[in-house]
């Protein structure tokens, strides 16, 4: 890809843009099991509560805009967890396979094993080819795949985990 990727961290003003990506993935995909569309002052409540917890979330832009974004947060709860981590990204439509999630994903990394992080954890709803390769580019593994879980679009759908210990 020719044109510039600048990876940044999220600030309060990318969340009328955040939720205009997540929300295609809510109204028109099985990748997130949200059915109803998420506002702006939600998504900026969410962006500031994981960074809140000391957690990344990220922002790719290309040309002023965002087209990306990633983050991360604690896998459960309870302090035993506090070395674990689950992590997302999102793309705008139209720009996947242009290595914006591989660049996202890199600095995501990056940044939480210098936060001490020990284990990552991806959840994929499935099938998901994209997003399976993706993981396992950075060195996920699939880890468990739980049958019929969800149900969006009149249909059962499958998720699976993908696993990396730093």
């Known amino acids: 890809m020719t044109t510039s990727i600048l990876i940044r961290s999220a600030n309060p003003t990318d969340a009328d843009a955040i939720a205009g990506i997540y929300n ?12 109803d569309e998420v506002s702006v002052a939600e998504m900026a409540r969410r962006v500031e509560e994981i960074q809140s917890a000391s957690f990344p979330w990220l922002v790719a832009q290309i040309d002023q805009q965002v087209v990306g974004y990633a983050y991360a947060g604690k896998w459960h709860s309870r302090d035993a967890y506090r070395f674990a981590s689950e992590i997302t990204v999102y793309l705008a439509p139209g720009h996947a396979g242009l290595g914006i999630g591989s660049r996202l994903y890199e600095k995501l990394i990056d940044l939480l094993a210098t936060k001490g992080i020990h284990t990552l954890i991806g959840g994929i709803a499935l099938p998901n080819d994209a997003s399976v390769a993706l993981h396992e580019k950075f060195g996920f593994r699939k880890a468990a795949h739980y049958q019929e879980v969800g149900f969006k679009f009149d249909r059962w759908i499958d998720v699976g985990y993908w696993q990396r210990v730093l």
């Open 24 to 35: 295609h993935y809510i109204t028109e995909t099985v990748v997130t099991f949200e059915v």
